[in-house]
């Protein structure tokens, strides 16, 4: 079976540009998350989907990042316009139960 | 502040050797999660604990959470240079387990 899929694997922009990540669940799975760490600092939670819906996006950190998941398959986050401070790995994960399965990340560089 | 510390940040060990890793937290853990990644992959799943007291093992790596779920310890025994990696814990909080707050980590080097 194959895991939690992302694209695209390394990102380089410019600040103002626009990037979309794109993430791949678990076939099955209804529960989707994206999360980010920011070099030096602990993985932070940015949102969670039941299916299509948005359950909790209170780790967002502001209104240029838009997340979507239609038909609650695939999902995509949106950073527009891309800032320095946006620069990290981005991971999705997804989950059916209590487990939560990671995808390898992508890896995001505002220059 | 952090919402869960590890300890140590790194360690250095040589095959064969036994090691803990620790993961803290000052509120109570709703299932607390070890996860291991290796440079430019994901995170791989390794154990989930959610009772006070619970214990799991798989092949040489055992993980317990304490009884008043707040403190739980990832133990390796004869480590090998597979072992090597970032060794992370995440945790839920309140009654769902949606969201996950994560350590900062600790990276283990595993020498021959």
């Known amino acids: 079976e194959a895991g939690v899929t992302q694209f695209p694997s390394h990102s380089v922009i410019e600040k103002g540009q626009t990037v979309t990540l794109r993430c791949d669940p678990i076939s099955g799975h209804d529960n989707l998350y994206w999360y980010r760490r920011v070099m030096g600092k602990e993985i932070k939670f940015l949102l969670h989907?039941?299916?299509?819906?948005?359950?909790?996006e209170s780790g967002m950190p502001n209104n240029r990042f838009l997340a979507e998941r239609t038909g609650g398959t695939y999902s995509t986050l949106k950073v527009q316009p891309a800032e320095l401070e946006d620069s990290g790995v981005y991971f999705c994960?997804?989950?059916?139960?209590?487990?939560?399965?990671f995808g390898p990340g992508t890896r995001l560089t505002v220059t | 502040s952090q919402e869960l510390e590890q300890s140590p940040q790194s360690l250095i060990v040589q095959e064969g050797k036994n090691l803990t890793i620790n993961c803290t937290s000052s509120?109570?853990?709703?299932?607390l999660y070890w996860y291991k990644q290796k440079y430019g992959e994901g995170l791989i799943f390794l154990m989930m604990l959610q009772k006070g007291g619970e214990e799991k093992s798989h092949e040489k790596i055992t993980a317990k959470l304490d009884e008043k779920k707040q403190q739980s310890s990832l133990h390796i025994t004869a480590s090998q240079p597979s072992h090597a990696g970032i060794y992370l814990c995440g945790a839920g909080r309140g009654s769902t387990l949606g969201r996950l707050y994560f350590g900062r980590g600790t990276q283990l080097t595993v020498w021959p």
């Open positions: 994960a997804s989950s059916q139960a209590f487990e939560q399965y």
């Open positions: 989907f039941v299916k299509e819906s948005k359950q909790d």
């Open positions: 509120k109570t853990l709703y299932g």
